[in-house]
């Protein structure tokens, strides 16, 4: 049974399936390759993208989709997380999507081995699935991204995009440099700058993300006004560069790219989203057919 808690579940060989199934979908919807199968979606954490864009592509796969609210389940009543994921393996899914504040949850459920389990997002620690998706947007737009420099610029610390991206990217023979101010600067060893300017001649593409409110224990900024006036990825920034800018949503206007940049064509926020579904597609077709 094959599992995907972190992009590294997937070989290079799978990866490459992946991206080729998606671009095949992307140009012709397939047939209903998984008509047979069920899913279960468990989100005990907010979301809008993922989880629909994970409905979307199990429906057009033909795949029946339940979803259950953590919030109105009872998990609520005291049973353990344990428990309610043995219950809803008890209905014989194929396959429990799931998000959780945990970085180790996806995982622990995993190793079960009583369904696939499918990493949603979990804590700050990984977001395969975006990660994917990420990579083949870039993908689709230079062809080829084996030294291609991407700078991911905000609130790095607390991103699980940030650090599933970071995985795959370099991994993928990519450049990764990471832009933020230091309390949201993490502790690893790629290069490091606390201004876009100082290497915004240098980068292919940006990956703006959202300060994570919720994830902070104390505000870390007074005023994300001012941190805008250095971090938001505008028109002026940019100038006439040819850089693709990418966010994985949600975006808070003008704090991480201006209104006036989500129009330009160098932005794939919602190509990002549109290909998110043709990328899951590809990654449930290798998970419950493929392996
Ligand atoms: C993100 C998430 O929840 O990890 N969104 C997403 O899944 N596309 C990022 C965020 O909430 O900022």
New binding site residues.
Partial sequence: MQHLVDTYDFSEKQIANILKDARAFKKQMPSQLLRDKLLITLFF?S?T??RSSFEVAAKRLGAAVVHLDPAKSSTNKGESLEDTFANLCAMEPDGVII?HEYNNTPRKLADKELTCVINA?AGNYA?PT?ALLDYFTMLEHFGDLKGKTIAIVGDIVS???ASSGIRLFTRMGMNVVLVAPQPFMPDNDLPKYEQLDDVIDNVDIIMS??A?LERHKAPIFEDYEEYAKEYCITSERLGERNILLLH???VMRNIDISDEMLEDSRCKVLEQVKNGVFVRMAILKALLLDS
């Fill in positions: 954490e979301s993208r993922t998000r997002g977001h975006q991103s699980r995009v993300l959202r994570q994985p949503g949600p």
